[in-house]
């Protein structure tokens, strides 16, 4: 049965070049490639290298007679058949089928389909039949691609065969089939990729079989079915179903959640991993065993050597060790009988055995001990070695030891409860600002101004960030989440705002009242009557009425953003606007 497909489109891809040689078509014969030709069922437009097959096509082979290097693009539309004794489309170059609204039927006693270089299929269904001995569908030198949203049923002596890579990845399906009394495989590729869609093979006699290095990826919806065998040294599943009738004659890989169901033997190594892998062989498996992952039935011999170190293998549940434990608090605060819970995590989380035996290693100076199953407690500062024990963690009779260093620290000391802070100096437009506070009882303060001014504006409220540290033996951890729970706490009389309370620091915020409304005239903000000679650089600017208006800066009559003196002397600092028409000047003395 064919579909046609209404999916998302993959385009073959135009020619690279324009075609040379001739083709025969229609019955007619050297048709040059140069040129544009026309027929019954048929047009070839030489600019795009493009063959467009109609459903009153008369059936005649199509050899198309072009350098190897060129790609030909053939599409169809409808019901389309070519039927010949010689092969039915054979291409010298590189081939693109595609198609849409019924089917392009290929039959002939020799090749169906055969480019001597690259061939692919896009979109549509195509029926190919070869004859005996030769392929429905045959690269001679290079690969095989079927994408998009093709549908091809492929049928010959063998049905497909790719000199190079057989890749696979459509939204349709791909059926191959090997006929006749002494029928080969039904696929035959040196690799072959399966990355989207269904693929079966069949035949008679030895027919069914397929030959290649098979790699099948993706969902659950990717499937290849062999009903034959699966010839080939390495091939490997990690998405996806395999089916096999018959023998893997080589090794064989499953992984990623990938599914195989082998009726015959596997005959070299068979490896299973990762969880959700599913994989049952009705024979042997000839050379070895290997599972580390996933469930697993053999239900013959094993010939070589088996490894079950994760999943499942005929019903038994691999032994899998402990390779450490983790989420055990690195710190404790001493207390006087009140514990901490220990809870562990085992890595991994399919570990065997996961109950874990707590005991105290080493107190040192703590007098840690252990009650209850998980609970510990620890009563003077200093550091307690606490070992984790699981039975058989590591193998049956061997358990896993794991110590845990854990830090106790000091009970709580005096509760802190600070009143007004002293020794800040307010903001003043002009001036610097200033980073005193006096330390109070039990902790140090710092004060940081935000924005960071290197002068204090006018007509700006200025913000500083407090940060108050307790001293040891002293905590802020007395039941009060911010400043104003604090009865008279206040900052030059200012109630503050509080950002944060660790317990052994605690941070506000301050906003002081805006500074002063600006002079009248222009005049230097920032800039002092005398510096010594190459002491720091120092950024100025104006401020007052009509100051927005003086634009250029000078020092000595250069143009100047920082006053920057290295040399003694007396330097003539002034802004101006850019018509000169307002200026101001300062002369300030460097020693």
């Known amino acids: 049965m064919y ?30 490639l140069a040129g544009n030709i026309v027929g019954v069922g048929f047009t070839w437009t030489a600019s795009t290298n493009t063959l467009k097959l109609t459903s009153v096509y008369t059936r005649q082979k199509i050899h198309i007679k072009c350098a190897a290097t060129d790609v030909i693009n053939l599409e169809y539309t409808g019901e389309v058949m070519v039927f010949a004794t010689e092969n039915g489309i054979h291409c010298l170059g590189s ?28 979109d549509g269904n195509f029926r190919v039949e070869g004859g005996h001995p030769f392929a429905g569908i045959r690269s001679a030198n290079s690969d095989v691609t079927i994408g998009g949203a093709a549908y091809v049923d492929a049928s010959g002596y063998q049905g497909i065969v790719a000199k190079g890579y057989l890749n696979i990845h459509t939204s349709g399906s791909v059926n191959a089939f090997a006929t006749g009394t002494y029928a080969s495989d039904a ?11 269904t693929v079966t093979s069949g035949g008679n006699y030895a027919g069914g079989s397929v030959r290649g290095i098979f790699v099948i990826s993706g969902s659950s919806g990717v499937s290849l079915t062999v009903n034959g065998n699966l010839n080939g040294s390495d091939q490997q599943v990690s998405g996806g179903q395999l089916t096999v009738t018959g023998r893997v004659a080589g090794n064989l890989t499953v992984k990623s959640g990938g599914t195989a169901t082998l009726s015959g033997a596997v005959g070299g190594n068979l490896v299973v991993r990762d969880s959700g892998t599913v994989t049952t062989v009705d024979g042997s498996v000839e050379g070895n065993l290997m599972v580390t992952g996933g469930t697993v039935t053999v239900k013959g011999s094993v010939g070589g050597t088996t490894t079950h170190t994760g999943g499942t293998l005929n019903g038994k549940q691999a032994f899998e060790p402990v390779t450490n434990i983790t989420g055990i608090q690195a710190s404790v605060t001493a207390s006087a009988g009140e514990g901490n819970l220990l809870h562990g995590t085992v ?4 570990a065997t055995n996961k109950s874990i035996v707590w005991s105290v290693h080493d107190a040192g100076t703590t007098g840690a001990a252990i009650f209850g199953t998980n609970g510990f407690t620890a009563y003077v500062a200093g550091t307690a070695i606490i070992r984790a024990t699981i039975a058989d963690g590591l193998a049956v009779g061997t358990p896993y030891t794991q110590d845990f260093a ?11 409860t600070p009143a007004a802070l002293t020794g800040v100096v307010a903001p003043v437009a002009g001036a610097s600002p200033s980073t005193a506070i006096n330390d109070g009882t039990g902790f140090s303060a710092s004060l940081v101004w935000d924005g960071n001014p290197v002068v204090f504006d006018y007509e700006t409220a200025h913000t500083a960030t407090v940060t108050l540290l307790a001293e040891t033996g002293y905590t802020f951890s007395c039941g009060f989440a911010n400043t104003a729970q604090i009865a008279g706490f206040t900052v030059n009389g200012i109630v503050p705002v509080w950002v944060e309370n660790s317990g052994s620091w605690l941070k506000f915020k301050v906003t002081f009242p805006a500074t002063r409304t600006a002079p009248p005239i222009p005049m230097f903000l920032g800039l002092a009557d005398e510096y010594t000679a190459g002491s720091h650089a120092v950024m100025w600017k104006v401020t007052g009425a009509g100051s927005s208006a003086l634009t250029t800066f000078k020092v000595n009559g250069k143009l100047a953003l920082w006053f920057n003196p290295s040399e003694a002397g007396t330097y003539l600092v002034e802004a101006s606007s850019d018509d000169g028409k307002l200026r101001i000047w300062k002369y300030v003395k460097v020693k």
Do not use: H, K, Y
């Open 347 to 350: 890595v991994p989380a399919t």
């Open 406 to 416: 854990i830090t106790v620290n000091p009970a709580p000391g005096e509760c802190i």
């Open 95 to 122: 081939l693109n089928l595609t198609g849409s609204g019924g089917q392009l039927w290929v039959a002939s006693d020799t090749e169906g389909i055969r480019a001597e270089r690259a061939l692919t299929f896009s």
């Open 3 to 32: 579909f046609t497909a209404a999916m998302l489109t993959l385009a073959a891809p135009t020619a690279a070049q324009a075609a040379t040689g001739t083709m025969d078509i229609g019955g007619a014969v050297n048709n040059n």
């Open 187 to 197: 696929i035959s590729a040196g690799n072959v990729t399966i990355s989207q869609g």
